[in-house]
T-cell receptor, first 113, second 113 residues
């Protein structure tokens, strides 16, 4: 059972454009929603995270939008740059079960010049 | 200590052989997690430790897999009688008490011939 569904699978954006990646979750016990960025041959690195008590969190060019009633959250990358080209994973965890993260299947982002 | 360290980074082995991976977490992080990632997929949870206690194991962790964390510091993941289906990136991550952020190592890539 896939508890976190992510889309799209791949995304091509022009430099300076906005990249949007969406995730939906099923488990209402989830209370922590991070986004990870992964470059080839590297481990995932935390990009930004949100808890359900807020609907939006912004850090630099990266924004998470969170819709608790719809059980959806999204990552927006403003002014996308070629250096943002990577695979992005959404994830979720709850306070039970050791806060282990359940990951989405990933979005491969390519930012073209 | 700047991050989670994993060794070896790459391992090529023949089917039926045993392999062992080591993870050194960030100092004083009491929680340590093992994940497996196959090509084009998000990391999948395998097991986690709080200090030296192994508190949860995924059903993905067959009897051929064993993980230890003696003394609550480094951890090892051993795979016995490897199969081609074990080929994947094995990721280790650690987290401090009271924090949500999971820090990943760069992974150990296993290729079973």
């Amino acid at each position: 059972q896939q508890q976190v569904k992510q889309s799209p699978q791949s995304l091509i954006v022009q430099k300076g454009g906005i990249s949007i990646i969406n995730c939906a979750y099923e488990n209402t016990a989830f209370d922590y929603f991070p986004w990870y960025q992964q470059f080839p041959g590297k481990g995932p690195a935390l990009l930004i995270a949100i808890r359900p008590d807020v609907s939006e969190k912004k850090e630099g060019r990266f924004t998470i939008s969170f819709n608790k009633s719809a059980k959806q959250f999204s990552l927006h990358i403003m002014d996308s740059q070629p250096g943002d080209s990577a695979t992005y994973f959404c994830a979720a965890s709850g306070t039970g079960g050791g806060n282990k993260l359940t990951f989405g299947t990933g979005t491969q982002l390519k930012v073209e010049l | 200590d700047t991050g989670v360290s994993q060794n070896p980074r790459h391992k090529i082995t023949k089917r039926g052989q045993n392999v062992t991976f080591r993870c050194d977490p960030i100092s004083e992080h009491n929680r340590l997690y093992w994940y497996r990632q196959t090509l084009g997929q998000g990391p999948e949870f395998l097991t986690y430790f709080q200090n030296e206690a192994q508190l949860e194991k995924s059903r993905l962790l067959s009897d051929r897999f064993s993980a230890e964390r003696p003394k609550g510091s480094f951890s090892t993941l051993e795979i016995q009688r490897t199969e081609q289906g074990d080929s994947a990136m094995y990721l280790c991550a650690s987290r401090g008490a009271g924090t949500g952020e999971l820090f990943f190592g760069e992974g150990s890539r296993l290729t079973v011939l």
